[in-house]
Each structure stands twice: as C-alpha cells, then as structure tokens.
C-alpha cells in the first residue's frame, strides 16, 4: 500500500482544521442569531454601565440620538481576537452618529487581563466589564456576539461573524431616523431580573429541567441535608487548556471532587452549565466524556448565572436542608467544600 506523502498529509491537516474553523463559525453564527431573533425590534435595554477607566455610559440616553455598536467578547476567545481589527476599525471611523462600546462579558476574566489585552491589541474604544445584566438582557450565547441598535432604540442585529451582513446592518442602523425610544416597560423580551442571592437568602422556588428531562426543584425536599449547584462550563477543560490552564485545571479538579462527594445520596447536586458556546449536545456529549454522575441542566438564558452573581467556572453553591444559602465556593477555594458538607 502506497503511504501518502508528507504534503498530502499536511494538505489532509490543514484541510480538516480550515473545516473545524469553519464549522465552529457556523455554529457560532446561527447560536447568535438564533439567541438574538426575540431581540429583533425591542426596545435595547436602558443599562448604566461602568468602564474600566471609571467613565459613565448612559445607554437610555444615547438612543434616539446614536445608533449603537456593542460587542460582547472575552480575552480568552480565539475569534474575538480575530476579529478585533475589524471592531477597532469601526470605532475609529465611527463619526458622531454611531457609539461603538466593548463589553466583557466578564466570565473568567479579570480586569488586569482586559488591561493587558487591550494594550496589546491597541485597543482604544471603551471597555466595559460586564456583571452579567448585558450578557443576560442580550441572551448571551457566543463570543463574539454582536449587537447594532438603531438610532430609534430598537435591536435591529444580532450574530456572531465580522462580516458583509453586520456592516450592512451598521450602515443601515447610522441611517435610520432618531425619534424618542420607547420605555423601557416595553421591553419584554430583554427585561433582566435585579435579584441576587447571596449568602443567608433563601433559595428561588425555580424549577428546572435536567437533559433526562426530569424536575429539579431548588427548595429542598423533606429530608435533604444539603443542595450543591456546580456551576460550569463543559468546555473549560479543552477550550481553556492553552489560553487559560489555571481555569482549565480548576474545572478539572471541581469535576473530580464533585464525582468522589456525589455518592452522598443525603446531598442533592446538580450541575448548572452556562449557555455560553453550549447547546443541549453539547451537555450531552460532556457527560458521556467525563462520566459526570450528578444531573446537569443548560443555563441557555444565563438567568441563574446571573442571579447567583456568578462570573467564574468553577463556582459552587451550596444550601442547607432549609433552603438557605450557606457558602459560596470559588475557583481556588475548592478544597472547602467537603468541609462545608460536613458542618451540614
């Protein structure tokens, strides 16, 4: 059998990695615009947002006078990276009818990380690190993901790639007429919810559903000792591997202590997955993987990230019988938790 030679090799290579990028757009591309087809036509959300540099952005008071650009991104992300060029040129051919804004999405990232990105990549429009309410109103799915309003206030584009479709959109939206926007009790579709649960609250009566399909009700039941929720990303330990490997072996090391602790049948787990970069397959495929053996459910709108206030996987929170939120576990603090579970 004749062996292919080491250029036919190298073509094979380069050829199956060219088709992963490309899918990995595809996905990319329809994950936003299918997160974003609620969003087309609402009134933007009116947020008052914090730059890195301290600086105040008033979103309700820029429409109906801008048309506004905002770019939901991460350090860590490969296309953001790719992108950036392209995003910086908008910002510095904007003019006065366009408000061009770069929003962290603010998950595994720190503000000295922004810092240094930004000075190596000559980023000069604001930054802002986002708590999780842009991320949460704008159904956060992809990085990046961007976001074009109208001068009237309205979304008018959502998606992922930098290409033709949002620079149309971009001219389109310079284009159009500013009038009044609408209040912001017309928005129902972006509305983000101000609660948060920190320690000593009681937990939400949320329901959720796990991929088995089955209930999981946040209120414990008669007869639990403790609710763990494992906050996380089923990506973390691949995709964070090279560009964040501290992250990456945190996750790694949160997933193996919670498989030794879940056989406590007193304990409830249940594994909360971001929404960010994953689908239901995707979850699915994570747990087969890794033979994870507590029940896991999406967080495809992000609203439990947010209302837990979490920004960094690995996060665990933990409950007593009674419903009440007795410790939060960071990243790096993981080696509390069976301690934590023994003081229940």
């Known amino acids: 059998m004749k062996l292919p030679s080491l250029w036919a090799m190298l073509t094979m290579i380069a050829l199956c990695v060219a088709g992963s990028a490309a899918n990995a757009e595809t996905d990319g591309q329809q994950l936003a615009v299918g997160a974003g087809q609620s969003l087309i036509g609402t009134a933007a959300p009116r947020l008052v947002l914090k730059t890195i540099d301290g600086e105040t952005i008033d979103l309700g008071k820029l429409y109906g006078k801008q048309a506004v650009y905002l770019k939901l991104w991460a350090t860590w992300c490969v296309p953001c990276r790719q992108q950036m060029p392209h995003f910086e040129h908008v910002y510095e051919t904007a003019g006065p009818d366009l408000a061009v804004i770069a929003i962290n999405i603010g998950f595994n990232d720190t503000i ?39 001068r009237d206030g309205r979304i008018e584009y959502v998606g992922h790639l930098a290409d033709a479709s949002l620079d149309a959109a971009l001219v389109a939206a310079r284009k159009a007429p500013g009038v009044q926007a609408p209040r912001p009790l017309e928005r129902a579709s972006s509305t983000v919810s101000d609660r948060k649960f920190k320690i000593g609250d009681t937990l939400p009566q949320h329901v959720v559903l796990t991929l088995e399909d089955r209930s999981f009700q946040f209120q414990p039941p008669e007869g639990a000792r403790a609710t763990v929720f494992v906050f996380l990303a089923p990506w973390c330990e691949s995709y964070l591997a090279t560009t964040r490997p501290v992250v990456a072996g945190q996750c790694r090391a949160a997933r193996t202590l919670v498989t030794a ?60 019988s009674k419903g009440t939120v007795v410790r939060r576990i960071e990243p790096g603090e993981l080696g509390s938790l069976r301690q934590a579970l023994q003081g229940l």
């Open 261 to 320: 602790l879940a056989h406590d049948e007193h304990v409830r787990w249940l594994g909360v997955a971001s929404g960010l970069w994953a689908s239901k397959e995707d979850l699915e495929d994570y747990r087969s993987h890794y033979k994870i053996n507590i029940p896991l459910t999406l967080d495809d709108t992000s609203m439990l990230f947010h209302e837990f206030g979490v920004n960094n996987t690995p996060t665990l929170i933990v409950a007593d």
């Open 112 to 150: 000295d990380a922004i810092r240094l990105y930004r000075k190596k990549l000559g980023i000069t429009m604001p930054i802002v690190l986002d708590d999780g309410r842009v991320g949460a109103a704008l159904h956060l799915r992809v990085t990046p993901q961007h976001i074009v309003i109208g």
